[in-house]
């Protein structure tokens, strides 16, 4: 191979190096005026449309506060808010989370301001809503005690040997006797027992609306399940989703996986077949299998 001949070929003559220059510099040139240079087309401001936005921004602001204030409120328990209530009444995606947060822990809001720490809504918007809030008989009847400042006594709080009543007979007269059951708490474990028949087991009160921990453990003391009897029974096997969902235990949605299961596996045969049926709640098995017929 020839080098020199091959070297030839970068050899440039003054020409050819002034040449290369002058296009190196005006590479550099257009690349600075590329950079530096806005092409882009000058936006041009139109008075029409930035009047109409600013009228569309007021108009929007007064359908956010016509929201609440076009809404007829009616007394109602904050702890039971859904996300298009708490919508309606102004509160924010954030605080609606909160609630619902706070009380799939199994907790509840007994106060306004217990509502209001729980959700950081804010002074106007509790001030709005505040009013109507309705909370249990039963703390109701707490607060209105602690506000006079008056002990009273409990029905239990004596040295005398209690009474143990059956639940199953017992009326509505005798569970206002106890300490922290109102007239309409009272009737709540009545209708509740007369959608079962009869109670089989005192934990059952755990479902009614309205009953506290302190209430609870009164109605132990004076209660107990001492009959059974017109226990309204169930068959798993031949109900239809209309007749399942009529259970207390059983809402629309469990009935229709129900339904589901036995037209896949067949017949339930025993309470070990209920564990296999989507939703169904696990630890009240043993007491709903008493109201079934398989």
Do not use: C
Request: proline share 3%; no cysteine.
């Amino acid at each position: 191979m020839n080098f020199k001949s091959f070297f030839a070929y970068f050899l440039f003559s003054k020409s050819h190096r002034t040449g290369l220059l002058v296009l190196l510099i005006l590479i550099v040139v257009l690349q600075s005026i590329y950079f530096f240079v806005d092409f882009g087309s000058p936006i041009k401001t139109n008075p029409e449309k930035e009047k109409w936005l600013a009228i569309q921004t007021e108009i929007d602001s007064l359908k956010e506060l016509a929201r609440f204030e076009g809404t007829r409120l009616y007394p109602f328990n904050p702890n039971y808010i859904s996300d298009y209530k708490g919508y309606k009444l102004g509160m924010s995606v954030q605080e609606i989370d909160r609630l619902i947060a706070f009380r799939n822990e199994n907790k509840f809001v007994n106060s306004g301001e217990e509502f209001q720490k729980v959700t950081k809504v804010s002074d106007s918007l509790l001030s709005r809503i505040a009013p109507y809030f309705k909370f249990p008989d039963w703390v109701n009847e707490k607060r209105k005690s602690n506000s006079i400042s008056i002990y009273r006594t409990p029905v239990f709080a004596t040295n005398e040997k209690l009474v143990e009543l059956d639940i199953n007979t017992a009326s509505l007269e005798d569970l206002v006797k106890v300490y922290g059951i109102g007239e309409v708490i009272a009737q709540r474990i009545l209708s509740f027992r007369e959608s079962l028949g009869s109670f089989v087991a005192m934990e059952q009160l755990n479902e009614v609306w309205g009953l506290s921990p302190e209430v609870l453990v009164n109605l132990n003391k004076r209660f107990k399940v001492k009959s059974l009897f017109g226990i309204k029974k169930v068959n798993i096997n031949n109900a239809s989703i209309k007749e399942l969902a009529k259970f207390p235990y059983f809402k629309y949605t469990l009935a229709k996986q129900i339904v589901i299961y036995r037209s896949m596996n067949g017949a339930i045969i025993e309470t070990a077949d209920l564990t296999k049926i989507k939703g169904m709640p696990n630890d009240k098995i043993k007491i709903i299998a008493l109201y079934l017929d398989f």
